[in-house]
């Protein structure tokens, strides 16, 4: 029986990265190993990625980045934000190898820009204005990147106990581990989500 093969599309090839990304980490991704995880060979690839690795990742930070805003326009635009906030913070967590790719490569496409424009429609639905849009949603992302980067390093063990034998240094360190070690990483993240949107909200007090 002839053996058929998967068609090779843009959306395969970056699904194979992700996996071999995800698997291996970010240093072993080559051309030539993902062509290997394709079935084919690595020129092939150039085909949907004419640039070479550096248009392969770029389409990975796109991946992470073009989150759409899912809820419907007539929703609160504060619920709007919060629903996006959560979805980010899932993809991004989904592939903790690429936050050194998202935090150092800006990408400009298309759907990157429309999941934007989402927030910064949003914003304004909100009544903020001019440099407060920007404020926010730069505010908003970059909590959401920095809570996913905190939550991927917390979970790995720690080196030892700095803190044993210290409590009497540190009592506000030792009042707190316990709910450091203990509290679920969800309710931390609404938290700080809502803490975040609490400022955002006083940013149209004083529209530009």
């Not at 998967?6 to 991704?29: F, K, N």
């Not at 007539?74 to 903790?96: G, I, K, N």
Request: charged share 25%; glycine share 8%.
């Amino acid at each position: 029986m002839k053996k058929t093969h998967t068609p090779l599309t843009r959306e395969r090839i970056l699904a194979a990265a992700l996996h071999l990304v995800d698997a291996q980490g970010l240093r072993r991704l080559t051309m030539r190993r993902l062509g290997d995880a394709l079935e084919v060979e690595a020129m092939a690839i150039y085909h949907h990625f004419p640039l070479g690795k550096e248009a392969l990742l770029d389409g990975l930070v796109e991946h992470l980045s073009a989150v759409p805003v899912t809820a419907a326009p007539e929703t609160d635009w504060q619920e709007r934000l919060r629903t996006w906030a959560r979805a980010y913070r899932d993809r991004v967590a989904a592939h903790p190898g690429l936050l050194p790719l998202l935090v150092s490569r800006p990408v400009r496409t298309p759907a990157t820009l429309a999941a934007t424009e989402a927030q910064y429609a949003a914003c304004h639905d909100g009544g903020l204005r001019g440099p407060a849009i920007l404020d926010a949603v730069r505010t908003l992302t970059g909590y959401v990147i920095g809570f996913v980067s905190l939550e991927i390093r917390d979970a790995r063990p720690a080196n030892g106990d700095a803190a044993e034998g210290l409590d009497a240094r540190y009592p506000h360190a030792t009042a707190l581990r316990s709910y450091a070690t203990g509290r679920d990483p969800d309710d931390q993240f609404e938290a700080g989500l809502t803490a975040v949107l609490t400022g955002i909200t006083a940013l149209a007090a004083h529209p530009v």
